[in-house]
């Protein structure tokens, strides 16, 4: 494989050449072109002094060419194992989190977000994809890329849903999006031929007659419901609402009132007469803990600093600006919390799908659990239900998390995830209000306080999009049964809890 040291190893004089080079290697058709450009992106993103978010940004353009313009792509591009689609997903968002990002122009940012979206709604994610369009229209409302694609990643998400209200909602907003990509003041990042607009019009028809038809919105207002009874109930709801962390999907529309409660739970789904109704109560559970690692990350982060606890724990001054609080030991616990619940997540997949691992066991770990056999014998379980789109997604969030065993990740922050709660699990975690060395000291890994928060966060978000893609994976198993005769339908009753 050949090295590039320079842009003029490459036959380039600058970044602009190799982004026309990936767009001209694209319409050719040319893989060996397009896998060169790789490695000549990849050889200047060692070297001090590059713009690393434009490289990355061409990165992804290269990896998504390599998938699309394959021979084969028709006939793979449902296979959940898509390396080229996780280098482009890892490349945006190391685009996204480099230094060089904010000071790309407006278009450039809200490309490189887009298309993230699009990389994400692909394999199956589409909370995850709305966050990334919602984050390009707060750069600029009317991209018209973004608000298209957003509006079809709404359809999308809809069909998915066991409640037809939900599904009102959201392609309410997406006949919205339809319409103000469409408008005349909409900004086109470049000239796209007629039919794209034609067919945008087409699906927002679509759209509209579904809605005329279905659903009664009339006198609808998202933001008219209380968010609490006492201060302190308003304060933590707006601030789930704002981090999207209700199980509601009405949450990933906006931070709207409506969707404060975490209404969300399981489809109708069958048993055997002989099977024990298990599912809703590991599904209560989930929620349940999911609820607790919310309210223990706000407490952490926005409660009362002044614990009777702290005030009498005596304590060495290391002279590190090292935090140690009853509210970061809180903030741990949250982080711990939403990690174990993604495997306790696994342990759902693996006896809702039969996949016979033992629940005890590592293999039943929410990276491990789609796999049978080791190593290079490794493969997908047969008992997975390939064409369960909504189970792919879980599939596909899976490589958002490192395993010593699994190299194969589509996250630029899951080693560092996978070495906090290693390390908040069985040695210890210092966090800092600055960090004055990096590394860790002794057993002790330290860490910022905006890292601990970040970290936390990130992995709230991940448990939310695991626990509502169950529902909606169950939901789609559940469609495409044969039912037997002899099967137990088990109806989901919400009965709301007494608040004494």
């Not at 590190?320 to 993604?342: G, H």
């Not at 960090?435 to 905006?450: F, K, N």
């Amino acid at each position: 494989m050949k090295y590039y040291e320079t842009l003029e190893d490459f036959g380039m004089n600058n970044y602009a050449d190799i982004g026309l080079a990936i767009d001209l290697a694209a319409d050719a058709g040319d893989l060996p072109k397009l896998n060169e450009s790789v490695c000549a992106i990849d050889a200047l993103l060692g070297q001090e002094g590059q713009n690393k978010a434009v490289l990355f940004y061409f990165r992804a353009n290269a990896y998504s060419a390599l998938r699309t313009t394959d021979p084969e792509f028709q006939g793979r591009q449902f296979d959940w194992k898509q390396p080229e689609l996780t280098n482009e997903i890892i490349s945006l968002r190391e685009a996204i989190r480099s230094s060089e990002f904010a000071d790309l122009d407006i278009v450039r940012r809200c490309q490189v977000l887009t298309n993230l979206g699009n990389a994400l709604d692909a394999v199956g994610r589409p909370i995850d994809a709305l966050a990334a369009w919602d984050e390009a229209l707060q750069i600029e409302p009317k991209f018209a890329m973004a608000l298209a694609n957003r509006a079809i990643g709404l359809s999308g998400y809809s069909a998915a849903f066991y409640d037809p209200g939900h599904q009102c909602v959201f392609l309410a907003g997406a006949a919205k999006g339809f319409e103000f990509a469409l408008a005349t003041d909409a900004i086109w990042d470049s000239e796209y031929p007629d039919s794209v607009q034609e067919q945008l019009e087409a699906k927002h028809q679509h759209v509209r007659a579904y809605l005329a038809v279905n659903c009664d919105l009339d006198g609808f207002d998202p933001d008219k419901y209380e968010l609490g009874d006492t201060s302190d109930a308003r304060a933590f709801n707006c601030w789930r609402l704002q981090h999207r962390l209700f199980l509601n999907p009405l949450n990933d529309i906006g931070a709207h009132s409506i969707a404060a409660q975490d209404v969300f739970h399981l489809p109708n789904h069958t048993y055997g007469l002989d099977d024990p109704v298990i599912f809703p109560r590991y599904f209560d559970l989930l929620k349940q803990e999911y609820v607790a690692a919310c309210t223990l990350l706000f407490e952490g982060l926005e409660g009362d600093r002044a614990y009777a606890a702290d005030q009498t724990l005596l304590g060495f001054e290391h002279a590190d600006y090292a935090i140690n609080t009853v509210q970061t030991e809180k903030q741990k616990a949250a982080f711990r919390m939403a990690y174990s619940l993604l495997d306790k997540c696994a342990v759902f997949i693996n006896d809702y799908f039969k996949l016979g691992h033992d629940p005890r066991s590592l293999s039943t770990s929410f990276r491990n659990v789609w796999y049978c056999g080791r190593g290079a014998k490794r493969v997908l379980h047969p008992n997975l239900p390939i064409k369960n789109w909504r189970l792919r997604g879980l599939y596909s969030l899976s490589l958002d998390l490192y395993e010593n065993d699994f190299r194969e990740t589509a996250s630029p922050l899951a080693h560092q995830a996978c070495d906090v709660r290693n390390a908040a699990e069985h040695r210890f975690v210092s966090v800092h209000e600055m960090l004055l060395h990096t590394g860790d000291i002794g057993a002790c890994l330290a860490l910022s306080a905006s890292d601990l928060e970040s970290q936390a966060l990130r992995m709230l978000r991940l448990a939310r999009s695991a626990i509502i893609g169950l529902s909606l994976a169950v939901q789609h198993q559940e469609k495409h049964l044969k039912e037997k005769a002899s099967d137990l339908v088990m109806p989901i009753l919400a009965i709301p809890k007494d608040p004494r």
